[in-house]
């Protein structure tokens, strides 16, 4: 199997948003609805924590003046506030490539076949929800069986057989 790396991240959140992660169930019985649930937030945490420390860099240095004297005139600025520059940008890519390697695990995990528990579970899912299952089903059927069972059926007895 080979993605492309914009697929991967396409499919990663798909099968992200897929997992109902209000389910208390579910987050102890599939690791994905932890990730999905961490991967969510960082959504909202890691723009404004890039946004403060590029901020920061930038007011340090002395603005777009700072900016300019720093690479035109490398002696004038002290060895530290190269350092310092470098390692804000480093922790950038580290936080924006632990949310890529997050979609990209979610991911490589849809195209994951079923244990036989788990493939025996999603046919009685799909036959209470009265759908065809799919012949030979892989995670992303199963968190697409479990979003259409927790949000149509009124009985919820079916997440004591996960």
């Not at 649930?37 to 901020?55: D, E, G, H, R, T």
């Not at 002290?78 to 922790?91: E, F, N």
Request: aromatic share 14%; charged share 15%.
């Amino acid at each position: 199997m080979s993605l492309s790396f914009v697929t991967a991240i396409k499919r990663g959140r798909a099968y992200m948003d897929l997992w109902p992660t209000d389910v208390p169930v579910l987050k102890a019985a599939f690791r994905e609805v932890r990730v999905a649930q961490l991967l969510s937030q960082a959504k909202w945490y890691v723009p404004p924590i890039i946004a403060i420390m590029l901020f920061l860099l930038y007011y340090s240095l002395g603005g777009l003046q700072g900016l300019k004297l720093m690479w035109a005139y490398p002696q004038a600025f002290p060895a530290y506030t190269y350092m310092s520059s470098a390692s804000v940008i480093m922790s950038i890519l580290v936080m924006l490539l632990i949310v890529l390697y997050g979609y990209i695990w979610m991911a490589l995990q849809s195209y994951q076949k079923l244990t036989p528990q788990q493939e025996h579970f999603y046919h009685d899912l799909m036959a209470q929800l009265g759908k065809e299952p799919v012949e030979r089903p892989r995670r992303f059927d199963l968190a697409q069986a479990l979003s259409w069972g927790c949000k149509n059926l009124k009985d919820k007895s079916f997440l004591n057989n996960v």
